[in-house]
């Protein structure tokens, strides 16, 4: 058996390939309590570890493997506070396994199909929020949405330079070839809240560098509805912050022209969680009409309830 350089340590892939190959060796690392070929509760205790345990990892890439040995009581009992994470991972698998029996299996030519390629009708873009997850909501299916996920379901303009969330646009748009873009906004944002709750002096937070994507929206909402309490201000904002993104996404010339010539169609989303309802719209395009940062027209509205 080939024993793992130290280097491998300090990288995932090679790191479990490396594990699998030491399987033997777990039972010292782990103590008595786990049998032996538990290899899966192996490889979920050790990913959580070393989530937990950042200064071994980094201890691990400078020492032999041998180290793991060395692992005193304390770091033990920190190893027992991760059962409640395997017992999660535990039913995670048994969700996996009967999404493969239930699914997969049962609709095998439709998965064999995807596995040469996908071709999706829509995009979405909706917040990261656990709360509003696209799939879930809207039922869409493997193979059925190009999905990315952001703090509020934001688009930054063209001109604001490379993110993941243009990036994952282009893909769908240029090469996917999707027919429609969805942005989905929700009720009681978070992000909608930071940005709302943004000062303009200086905030150097990743999360603030992000939510300033969609001040136009919250300038717009702090004048038009100054009036009301700031809970209804986010919600004003909640959905302002689509319309701006919904604009903004006819500031990447690749995606106008495609609107323009009905090709692409772009939608705007807002799904309240509270209520359980979902609004829908898309941008009217007729003609072209559309002023930068201006409302646009919409048109097949509807409000699911
Ligand atoms: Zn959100």
């Known amino acids: 058996m080939a024993t793992p350089s130290p280097t491998t340590f300090s990288q995932p892939f090679n790191f479990f390939k490396d594990v699998r190959r ?30 937990t345990g950042p200064r071994l990892e980094l201890k691990a890439s400078k020492e032999p493997p041998g180290l793991t040995q060395q692992l005193d009581n304390s770091r033990l009992e920190s190893l027992a506070e ?8 535990e039913d995670l698998k048994h969700r996996f396994l009967r999404f493969k029996k239930r699914k997969f299996k049962e609709n095998l030519e439709h998965f064999q199909n995807l596995a040469q390629g996908q071709a999706p009708k829509f995009m979405i873009i909706a917040c990261a929020d656990s709360r509003v997850c696209p799939s879930n909501i809207l039922g869409f299916q493997p193979g059925e949405a190009f999905v990315v996920r952001n703090i509020a379901n934001l688009v930054p303009t063209f001109e604001s ?27 009681r944002c978070g992000g909608i809240r930071a940005l709302m709750s943004m000062q303009d002096e200086e905030d150097s937070s990743f999360i603030r560098s992000w939510v300033v994507v969609g001040n136009n929206a919250r300038l717009i909402t702090k004048s038009a509805a100054s009036n009301l309490s700031f809970d209804q201000q986010c919600r004003h904002c909640e959905k302002e912050s689509v319309y701006h993104s919904l ?14 010539r009905g090709e692409l169609f772009v939608h705007g989303g807002y799904y309240d969680f509270v209520e359980c309802t979902f609004e829908k719209w898309t ?23």
């Open 22 to 51: 030491t399987t033997l060796k777990t039972s010292t690392i782990f103590g008595p309590k786990l049998k032996s070929g538990e290899i899966e509760h192996t490889h979920l205790r050790l990913l959580t570890f070393f989530k």
């Open 82 to 89: 991760t059962e409640n994470v395997c017992d999660f991972f």
């Open 161 to 187: 330079g490379p993110s993941e969330t243009n990036a994952a646009l282009e893909f769908a748009v240029n090469a996917l070839k999707v027919e429609n873009i969805l942005v989905i906004g929700h009720s």
């Open 247 to 260: 604009s903004n996404l006819l500031t990447y010339p690749w995606i106008e022209e495609k609107v323009a």
């Open 283 to 305: 941008m009217d395009y007729e003609g072209g009409n559309l002023q930068k940062n201006s409302r646009f027209a919409v048109k097949n509205q509807f409000y699911w309830c």
